[in-house]
């Protein structure tokens, strides 16, 4: 049912996504995606768009037979492909550019992973959330440093701020689902998500690439002899204080 998060930063940016979802079951392909390498590589084309293997060395600190080597490994699996030169970009016209793929993409349930599968997905996970986990520090500290120093003009007057420095819309809460319903309510999260998808040609000027996450996991159950908490959790609405 679930998606899990190493293959969502797969859906490129700015493109709708036209087939329907496919499930990662086979295990050279979760292997191949796993490499952490990979994921950094694939993160940084997710968030910043075609790259070749040059740019990602040098943004990734790596040399370039590593990244050619690891893009040859995801286009192999379908994970990205070459793309034509885009027309802004510098440098010469023999070099390769690449994309990730957009696309749906799932893994099996827990419940039909084999032992194999379960490590490369422990694996897999652990490397997702930790450069989640990054991004959004490197964001915090970018906003932070936006807010301290601010553009001043000649006069030394403190010019306008970054109205993007309030886009952090954040919640938390607790609702009582059957299965089936969390099943449903995860569909209509991803098509939420495909709502606002389009290709680059229809985004508007001032459009940003918004990294989003989904993550639901039932409550652990309350210890034995423990009363049981029938009172729904509060839900912490964006900019709210969650204490």
């Given at each position: 049912m679930a998606q899990e998060p190493g293959a969502e930063p797969l859906v490129r940016r700015g493109e709708e996504t036209s087939r329907g979802p496919t499930e990662l079951s086979d295990l050279a392909t979760l292997k191949a995606l796993a490499q952490p390498r990979r994921q950094r590589m694939l993160?940084?084309?997710?968030?910043?768009?075609?790259?070749?293997?040059?740019?990602?060395?040098?943004?990734?600190?790596?040399?370039t037979g590593a990244t050619s080597y690891h893009l040859r490994e995801l286009a192999r699996y379908g994970f990205?492909?070459?793309?034509?030169?885009?027309?802004?970009?510098?440098?010469?016209?023999?070099?390769?550019?690449?994309?990730?793929?957009?696309?749906?993409?799932?893994f099996p349930p827990r419940s039909r992973?084999?032992?194999?599968?379960?490590?490369?997905?422990?694996?897999?996970?652990?490397h997702a959330y930790a450069?989640?986990?990054e991004l959004f520090e490197q964001m915090q500290l970018q906003t932070q440093a936006?807010?301290?120093l601010r553009t001043r003009g000649v006069d030394g007057e403190v010019g306008e701020a970054d109205p993007w420095v309030d886009a952090f819309p954040y919640s938390r809460g607790s609702i009582r689902l059957t299965l089936p319903e969390l099943r449903a309510f995860f569909e209509e999260y991803i098509a939420?998500?495909?709502?606002?998808?389009?290709?680059?040609?229809?985004?508007?000027?001032?459009?940003?690439?918004?990294?989003?996450?989904?993550?639901?996991?039932?409550a652990p159950d309350a210890a034995?002899?423990?009363a049981p908490a029938n009172r729904p959790a509060p839900h912490d609405r964006p900019g709210s204080d969650p204490s």
């Open positions: 993160q940084h084309l997710t968030v910043h768009g075609p790259a070749t293997s040059a740019t990602l060395a040098r943004a990734l600190g790596l040399n990205v492909e070459e793309v034509d030169r885009p027309a802004e970009a510098g440098g010469h016209g023999r070099e390769r550019w690449w994309r990730a793929v957009p696309g749906d993409r799932r992973q084999s032992p194999e599968m379960r490590l490369v997905m422990d694996e897999l996970n652990h450069a989640d986990l936006q807010r301290q939420l998500l495909n709502r606002y998808k389009r290709p680059e040609v229809d985004t508007p000027p001032g459009a940003r690439t918004v990294l989003t996450r989904f993550l639901a996991f039932p034995p002899g423990a």
